[in-house]
């Protein structure tokens, strides 16, 4: 019985530490701020999420199927199957896109991209017609649980990624990473990988899938001097493990043998290359466009994480009590009204009904009041707000954070 309560116990941990509303504390959101700008969890490619294939229905399994096995309490399951295709979608999300939104107070925020512009990363001839394609495998990876099992016997669910939509106003695709997800992200180590070498590893054609999958593992690691033996590669991109035939597991095994010695070339070009002598694959040096970022907290255990979290958060309440002055935590985010972009300066409660007094500023200082405003109608403008720096940029092909 006790066993029991002491997994609900972690299990309630982590429902709190991964709250999508629970504001984060200045440490997670620094570390996010940095993470959101192109870096991706690094678990993503380390555990097995997609398959080393590059084409293939995508499978809804009938109980989420466990990818990735260290023990009996560690491990991770996905409800849906995914192979390289959605791996090469989702690194492109992270760096190649047009704009990102700055973290609101629980760690979400928004990414802007356009799905010509991933086909076309993807390298897809007429990118325009690849759309659709895209727009799927971005749905796919909305619609996919992933569950994590913590060695502390804890338990936890949530998507790869979280809202999408097209805008046809605006002609951009929004992808929101929510609040839980950013967390996630902000507790896990992740991992930055260029753009122009992303597009290097996206591009490493379909018949060699088992080497671009090979590849990404690889490198979502540090480089190491052990080296992995092609027996470990056979097993983890399952290369005639799951075949009944000797004959053909053994086939193969020899093409992908043979796809190494004639793409040496290749693969030294992402500083990865095979030793003969010792039948060993090596990746010896980090290559100058991978950066990794660690986690925010050293600590691992999420009973000692919430309780720094929870420090820090009553020092600064008891801080804030301090003060006489509301904070509405509206203040500081930008709405656009009438084509002009707004910031909220100051929010003040009417005293004779539930409505507020809002005073906004425009980038030229130009002061603005107004009355009567709905706090529940202003946070849908500040939700909605897209910069209309976004569109200038899709139209003139650069990159600006907003």
Same mark, same amino acid.
Do not use: C
């Given at each position: 019985?006790?066993?029991?309560? *002491?997994?609900?116990?972690?299990?309630?941990?982590?429902?709190?530490?991964?709250?999508?509303?629970?504001?984060?504390?200045?440490?997670?959101?620094?570390?996010?701020?940095?993470?959101?700008?192109?870096?991706?969890?690094?678990?993503?490619?380390?555990?097995?999420?997609?398959?080393?294939?590059?084409?293939?229905?995508?499978?809804?399994?009938?109980?989420?199927?466990?990818?990735?096995?260290?023990?009996?309490?560690?491990?991770?399951?996905?409800?849906?199957?995914?192979?390289?295709?959605?791996?090469?979608?989702?690194?492109?999300?992270?760096?190649?896109?047009?704009?990102?939104?700055?973290?609101?107070? *629980?760690?979400?925020?928004?990414?802007? @991209? @356009?799905?010509?512009?991933?086909?076309?990363?993807?390298?897809?001839?007429?990118?325009?017609?690849?759309?659709?394609?895209?727009?799927?495998?971005?749905?796919?990876?909305?619609?996919?649980?992933?569950?994590?099992? *913590?060695?502390?016997?804890?338990?936890?669910?949530?998507?790869?990624?979280?809202?999408?939509?097209?805008?046809?106003?605006?002609?951009?695709?929004?992808?929101?990473?929510?609040?839980?997800?950013?967390?996630?992200?902000?507790?896990?180590?992740?991992?930055?990988?260029?753009?122009?070498?992303?597009?290097?590893?996206?591009?490493?054609?379909?018949?060699?899938?088992?080497?671009?999958?090979?590849?990404?593992?690889?490198?979502?690691?540090?480089?190491?001097?052990?080296?992995?033996?092609?027996?470990?590669?056979?097993?983890?991109?399952?290369?005639?493990?799951?075949?009944?035939?000797?004959?053909?597991?053994?086939?193969?095994?020899?093409?992908?043998?043979?796809?190494?010695?004639?793409?040496?070339?290749?693969?030294?070009?992402?500083?990865?290359?095979?030793?003969?002598?010792?039948?060993?694959?090596?990746?010896?040096?980090?290559?100058?466009?991978?950066?990794?970022?660690?986690?925010?907290?050293?600590?691992?255990?999420?009973?000692?994480?919430?309780?720094?979290?929870?420090?820090?958060?009553?020092?600064?309440?008891?801080?804030?009590?301090?003060?006489?002055?509301?904070?509405?935590?509206?203040?500081?985010?930008?709405?656009?009204?009438? *084509?002009?972009?707004?910031?909220?300066?100051?929010?003040?409660?009417?005293?004779?009904?539930?409505?507020? @007094?809002?005073?906004?500023?425009?980038?030229?200082?130009?002061?603005?009041?107004?009355?009567?405003?709905?706090?529940?109608?202003?946070?849908?403008?500040?939700?909605?707000?897209?910069?209309?720096?976004?569109?200038?940029?899709?139209?003139?092909?650069? @990159?600006?954070?907003?």
């Amino acid at each position: 019985m006790g066993r029991r309560d *002491d997994f609900e116990d972690v299990e309630n941990l982590f429902d709190e530490l991964l709250d999508y509303n629970r504001e984060v504390q200045k440490e997670e959101y620094a570390n996010i701020q940095v993470k959101q700008k192109g870096y991706i969890n690094a678990n993503f490619f380390r555990k097995d999420m997609f398959r080393a294939v590059a084409r293939g229905k995508r499978i809804q399994y009938k109980k989420p199927k466990v990818v990735w096995e260290k023990s009996d309490k560690e491990k991770l399951a996905i409800s849906h199957s995914l192979h390289q295709k959605h791996a090469d979608v989702l690194s492109l999300i992270h760096t190649d896109y047009v704009s990102i939104s700055k973290p609101k107070p *629980d760690g979400s925020y928004v990414i802007y @991209t @356009t799905l010509y512009r991933i086909a076309k990363a993807m390298g897809y001839k007429y990118p325009e017609k690849a759309i659709d394609y895209v727009k799927q495998y971005i749905l796919d990876l909305r619609w996919t649980d992933f569950v994590v099992y *913590d060695k502390y016997g804890g338990e936890y669910r949530t998507t790869i990624l979280d809202d999408a939509y097209y805008s046809e106003t605006r002609d951009i695709f929004v992808i929101s990473i929510k609040g839980k997800n950013a967390k996630i992200l902000a507790h896990a180590t992740a991992i930055k990988i260029e753009k122009e070498l992303n597009k290097r590893i996206v591009g490493i054609p379909d018949n060699l899938v088992k080497i671009k999958a090979m590849v990404r593992y690889m490198l979502s690691h540090k480089p190491s001097s052990s080296g992995y033996t092609l027996n470990f590669f056979f097993d983890k991109l399952d290369i005639g493990k799951s075949d009944k035939s000797i004959q053909v597991a053994k086939n193969k095994k020899s093409i992908f043998r043979r796809q190494f010695k004639e793409n040496e070339e290749l693969l030294k070009s992402f500083n990865i290359h095979y030793d003969r002598e010792s039948d060993k694959v090596f990746y010896a040096e980090q290559l100058k466009e991978i950066m990794f970022e660690l986690p925010v907290f050293k600590e691992k255990n999420p009973k000692k994480i919430l309780e720094k979290i929870n420090k820090d958060s009553d020092n600064q309440n008891s801080k804030n009590s301090k003060k006489n002055d509301i904070k509405y935590k509206e203040i500081g985010k930008k709405i656009l009204l009438n *084509d002009i972009v707004y910031t909220i300066t100051e929010i003040t409660k009417n005293t004779n009904d539930d409505l507020y @007094t809002v005073k906004v500023q425009d980038e030229n200082n130009r002061v603005a009041t107004i009355h009567k405003v709905n706090l529940e109608m202003l946070n849908k403008y500040i939700d909605n707000f897209v910069d209309p720096k976004v569109l200038s940029v899709i139209s003139g092909g650069t @990159t600006n954070n907003i």
